[in-house]
């Protein structure tokens, strides 16, 4: 009762009031490294096609399936790592995990220098993707158990939003590198470099050594530290990673098979309006990578603040909603390049700011001994979901939608459809704004 009256009481102190320097160095940390993982990520975007067309992939259709096939890859890595980074990170700790990834994903991208053939790009990639699916799931469960209730949103929604830091470094190299694309790969293993930041200053989070102290005295305890039989076994746990899991796909899928579209629709304005292929080239990364995903940045910010006003489940609901109205318009009503430049930030807004409350909401519904395990199930088992939305797409491309006139933007419009299932799922998912996170009362429901 005395809780629930300290959490009725109206504080008018900015979220940020009682931040201590060192939960700054921890988001500061935490959101570097995720920077740095979507550098990894990306940066493959910006250098697809000099790679494959050194593989002896031809233009046009060859090209758009390995594009697909490697997007499918990588997607499938990523959730390999994360599941797997997410229950070594409850059983071992945040810390170690952290730098096992970020390891993991930067010497595997400094070995894409020496790619001689296609099998040696499919192989590294997916590697690459192991490190960069774990540490998402481990970094979003430190900052989640670093910040109290009243800051969590805003801050989980900093750590995610910082994605965007890194496809502005990746942009920016892949225009300065231009065909030298083993460059891009060499600079990819910089971020080794933060693992030596990390372990000199991130300690665990008190609520997890304070729970691995409380189960490791047992041998139970033991096993139910980041237990996938825990985790799907409890049925209020089981219900929030099905759920989760189901809201990630839909993200993922599209933003795979959606919100990348922007680069096709940017290609294909400038090859009809005359440019040469290096002006198409280079206008085209300039306007993924900085004009789209500028919009995209301000709304997984924005994100935060409406989830910390107006609830998790509603800021879903109501994104869901406008990413589903953009993609028609922003495939069929611009008519020119500038048209495009416009409406790019305002797409990439509505799509994508929704992704940032994977970061907010996931580690909010599990206790500290799933927490990671859980998170990094929600994300990565809706990544092997989401794995089909690039095949997809080229099979709309390709097939369904062969005779049409500029096809992709067909595909892009069946794929928005995706977006309506968030409205079925979204009324069955509990609320967690201005709740104290799960611990390890397997009773506690919202």
Known sequence: MHDRLQSAEVDDRPWYADVTRY??????????GWAFDQYESQIFVMTKDPILKHLSVTDGPELNRWTDYLYTIFLLGSATGGLL??????????????VATILFYSLFSGLTFFVTERWHLCVIRFLVAMGIGGEWAVGAS??????????RAYTSGIFHSSSVIGIWMATLVGIFVGAN?????LIGILPALLTIWVRARVKEPVKWQAEA???????????ELGSFRE????PIWRRRALLGCALAAIGLATFWGVMVQGQDLTRDFLRRAGYSPED????????????????????????ARICARFGRRRAFIAFHIMAFIIVPITCFLPQTFWQLLIILPIFAFMV????????IYFPELFPTSLRSTGTSFCYNVGRFVAASGPTILGLLTSRVYKGFPEPMRYAGLTMCAIFLVGLIILPFAPETKDQPLPEEDKGFAH
Do not use: C
Request: net charge positive; glycine share 10%; proline share 1%.
């Open 23 to 32: 939960q700054w160095l921890v988001l500061i940390i935490a959101a570097a």
């Open 181 to 185: 694309w083993r460059i891009a790969y």
């Open 85 to 98: 980074a997410g229950t070594l990170a409850d059983k071992y700790g945040r810390r170690p995990l952290l």
């Open 231 to 234: 985790l799907l076994g409890t």
């Open 213 to 223: 102290d409380r189960l490791q005295t047992s041998e139970t305890g033991r096993k």
């Open 142 to 151: 430190l900052v989640a158990e670093t910040f109290s209730k009243r800051a």
């Open 280 to 303: 198409v080239s280079f206008w085209t990364k300039i306007t993924y990578g900085f004009v789209q995903m500028s919009g995209a940045a301000v709304g997984m910010l924005m994100f």
């Open 352 to 359: 994508q700011s929704f992704h940032a409350g994977y970061a």
